[in-house]
């Protein structure tokens, strides 16, 4: 599976952005499908995820961010909303098939989208 994000950018603290994840197959809707996102000399960290039609937040982004799939589409998205300067990062939208003891770790995903830059300032 290839993945392609785009959707990041500049933006204001407090205000919104939103992130999309196309896959170039259509086997897409079979995969656990999350974002993850990489600060400046820090690891890869979870955002979010969605498996088997559940979903699953990070708690420093729950209530502001909303991920959701199309599988008719193949894409992930990524809506963000009251972006914080902590939220500044690279995302990256990731596919795999991680139990759910492991969703949070992005050893457990396979494939990767190229990343896109999100900067909250002012």
């Known amino acids: 599976v290839q993945l392609q994000a785009s959707g990041g950018g500049l933006v204001q603290p407090g205000g919104s952005l939103r992130l999309s994840c196309r896959a170039s197959?259509?086997?897409?809707?079979?995969?656990?499908v999350g974002w993850f996102r990489q600060a400046p000399g820090k690891e890869r960290e979870f955002v979010s995820a969605v498996k088997n039609g559940r979903t699953y937040y990070d708690d420093s982004v729950l209530g502001r961010f909303t991920i959701s799939r199309d599988n008719a589409k193949n894409t992930l998205n990524l809506q963000m909303n009251s972006l914080k300067p902590e939220d500044t990062a690279v995302y990256y939208c990731?596919?795999?098939?991680?139990?759910?003891?492991?969703?949070?770790?992005?050893?457990?995903?396979?494939?990767w989208g190229q990343g896109t830059l999100v900067t909250v300032s002012s």
């Open positions: 990731g596919a795999g098939r991680p139990i759910l003891s492991t969703l949070r770790d992005p050893l457990a995903y396979g494939y």
């Open positions: 197959e259509g086997t897409f809707s079979s995969y656990t």
